[in-house]
């Protein structure tokens, strides 16, 4: 128990999900044998049954040993029953465990346990996704994303990806994250009850296409009333001609219903394989839509609010999706070669099913839309409080409309930590920045956490403007537009060098800050000008960072050139941080904390000494 009160909030939220991810185990396991005795009981009761039924029908009488058969039916029915609640017991434990268990790898960063969302490749001319690892494997989003749907996944990586957050919706968005942050078993049983269905992600977006496209299509109502008529007309004349009163004129109108169905077949085939595509995503969706509708939401004002389209009298799911479950009752029959014939030939079935789809659809098209769209805010709302809940040692950032007297500065940050390094080897610092125009300059020896630092600051902007929680022990901040240029790559496609690459993200970055906005940039530059020589690489930024001082933005500039911490002497916006390292034992020690002034040292020519370079020094 002392060894527990000295734990982290971080490592008991840890403790209790490891416990919790025991006794799934032990109860899974339980189920499991029991499972296996139910499977030998029922091969028991079989055998045995049947072959006491059919001995007792040789030796004593057929009454006794037919009565035993169906005692012995009885039995097997009445175990399959238990049988089967066992199995779904084990299959609601296994996505469970599941669940925890990745809980459990975002909590330590065990990206090969995280599922990795589907998400196109990043952009290179955004302002920040590549340089601040928002999206792709082992990013932000990899790590933050619980979506069930494709659309709720890519809604959360609009949010962080948004170059320009209204602070009032962030606001918004930030209080019902905090309401949804303690609600883990709300969250967990909402994803429970879409896992208990599908693996797959939810396609919403392809289910409304869908719907439109039956929308579209025109023209049954006309070959509906046809081929009614047509369907009255052969059995009509079949039926006389049964009675021997007609000749096989039934035949004809049957050559004439059947031409007009071959004739539409292509229609019907088309628009009948998109309801096999709308039950199905129905089918997952009814699951999420049925818990919402039923959830007891008690006080909670922001979840009750951003759900009210599931609870809402007139608006509930359940009634609506009734109707096309029923309706996909019907396409299911006509999956079977033998039933189609017989429907079609007794009934208009395909063209009766295509008007009726039509018609549901189009009333299903206006109930979906707000339901998938209060879903997919959701979902991208629990992904934050997930990783609020997973991380509580996170803060939720102060936004600041304007600077005021009551506020430290443009930009405050106490214990800021990168979400993205386990929370071990997580060093953090406190960083300042207290009026528009500020320029910092960092400076340091390889290795010592320049880049590092410039990613931390840039990402808890991110994870703050989505409506997050930030690695932090205080945070606030105006709102602003990020700009990085931080990871330069050379483009062997389109044949521009590393220096050229760089250059125009510069350009880039200096027309955002010189483009009338009623917001200040937020810039981050790792490294300025490392393309080209020292002496155009001094001359080159010196002229550049002068440029960006004063102006309406501000950031964080890392640097090698120790020169360039003079320009704090003549430019009274540019400040000198740096990190250092130290040596102990032959090897080189970093304690990744950032100081203030210019670096005293540097280290590259002690690295290629003790690697055993030659070095005149």
Request: charged share 20%; with cysteine.
């Amino acid at each position: 128990m002392p060894q527990f009160k000295k734990m982290t909030a971080k490592q008991k939220r840890l403790h209790f999900l490891q416990k919790q991810i025991s006794r799934l185990t032990s109860h899974t396991d339980k189920f499991k044998s029991t499972s296996s005795r139910f499977s030998r009981l029922r091969l028991a009761v079989f055998l045995g049954g049947f072959g006491l039924g059919i001995a007792l029908d040789y030796i004593i009488s057929p009454e006794i040993g037919w009565t035993i058969i169906g005692i012995t039916l009885i039995a097997l029915n009445i175990a399959a029953f238990f049988h089967r609640r066992i199995v779904r017991s084990i299959r609601r434990h296994e996505i469970w465990l599941e669940l925890k268990a990745t809980q459990v790898a975002r909590m330590q960063l065990d990206w090969q346990h995280i599922p990795a969302p589907i998400t196109p490749e990043p952009q290179p001319e955004h302002p920040f996704e590549i340089d601040l690892d928002i999206t792709g494997a082992f990013s932000l989003h990899h790590l933050i994303d619980t979506a069930i749907s494709q659309d709720g996944s890519e809604l959360l990586k609009a949010w962080l990806l948004n170059p320009l957050p209204d602070t009032e919706t962030v606001a918004r968005r930030q209080e019902v994250v905090k309401e949804l942050t303690p609600m883990s078993r709300f969250r967990d049983k909402l994803y429970l009850a879409y896992r208990l269905v599908s693996e797959k992600y939810l396609e919403g977006k392809k289910l409304l296409h869908c719907l439109e496209k039956q929308q579209t299509r025109t023209g049954f109502s006309r070959i509906l009333y046809a081929s009614s008529a047509l369907v009255i007309i052969n059995i009509v004349l079949f039926t006389l001609h049964a009675f021997q009163i007609l000749p096989a004129w039934w035949m004809l109108s049957l050559t004439v219903y059947g031409i007009l169905y071959l004739l539409n077949q292509g229609l019907l085939d088309s628009l009948l394989d998109d309801s096999v595509l709308i039950s199905e995503e129905l089918r997952k969706l009814k699951a999420v839509l049925y818990f919402l509708e039923r959830y007891r939401y008690g006080n909670h004002v922001e979840l009750k609010r951003l759900c009210k389209p599931f609870w809402a009298e007139g608006t509930r799911p359940s009634a609506e999706l009734k109707r096309i479950t029923l309706i996909s009752f019907a396409v299911g029959l006509r999956m079977n070669p033998m039933f189609r014939v017989v429907l079609n030939l007794v009934l208009p079935w395909d063209f009766w099913l295509a008007q009726l789809l039509n018609r549901v659809g189009r009333n299903l098209h206006e109930k979906l839309v707000p339901w998938l769209e209060a879903l997919v805010e959701l979902e991208a709302l629990n992904s934050l409080a997930s990783f609020a809940y997973l991380n509580p040692e996170a803060v939720f950032p102060k936004l600041c409309f304007e600077k005021t007297q009551e506020t430290s500065g443009v930009l405050r940050a106490d214990g800021l930590g990168h979400p993205l390094i386990h929370e071990q080897q997580r060093k953090c610092n406190d960083f300042t920045l207290a009026e528009n125009g500020d320029v910092t300059l960092i400076t340091g020896s390889n290795m010592s956490g320049k880049s590092t630092f410039l990613k931390t600051v840039g990402v808890n902007l991110v994870l703050a403007f989505a409506g997050g929680p930030v690695i932090a022990k205080q945070f606030e901040t105006l709102p602003f537009r990020i700009f990085t240029c931080i990871q330069i790559n050379d483009s062997i496609t389109d044949g521009f060098s590393f220096f050229y690459t760089e250059v125009r993200r510069l350009k880039s970055l200096l027309e955002a800050l010189r483009s009338k906005h009623e917001r200040p940039l937020f810039f981050l530059i790792d490294e300025i000008f490392k393309g080209t020589n020292n002496r155009e690489r001094l001359i080159g930024s010196r002229s550049y960072i002068q440029a960006l001082a004063g102006q309406n933005g501000l950031g964080i500039i890392s640097t090698h050139d120790l020169e360039l911490t003079r320009l704090a002497d003549s430019i009274s916006q540019i400040t000198n941080f740096h990190f250092r390292e130290e040596i102990e034992g032959g090897k080189m020690v970093f304690d990744y904390q950032m100081r203030p002034g210019p670096c005293p040292s540097t280290n590259a020519l002690k690295i290629m000494q003790m690697e055993g370079l030659p070095v005149e020094v």
